[in-house]
């Protein structure tokens, strides 16, 4: 770690110490996109609700039920 950029109250041990001078951005980027993974950004009212992605699909689910019926 780049010792301009360590704070004094650093509760990090120094087996963590993390190096992002060879970290590799957008590494997974093109397993993510070619497996169709999608992340949905829910408004804070909408995740009370909706505690977990299961959740999510059980209603969408059956919003598409009830609208393929109608």
Do not use: C, Q, W
């Not at 963590?16 to 993974?37: F, H, I, Q, T, V």
């Amino acid at each position: 770690m780049n010792p301009k950029h360590k704070s004094e109250n650093n509760d990090m041990r120094s087996e963590y110490d993390l190096d992002y001078e060879n970290a590799d951005r957008g590494k997974y980027y093109d397993d993510l996109r070619r497996e169709g993974s999608n992340v949905i950004v829910l408004e804070p009212d909408i995740a009370k609700v909706f505690r977990d992605s299961a959740s999510v699909n059980k209603a969408l689910r059956s919003l598409i039920n009830v609208s393929e019926n109608t």
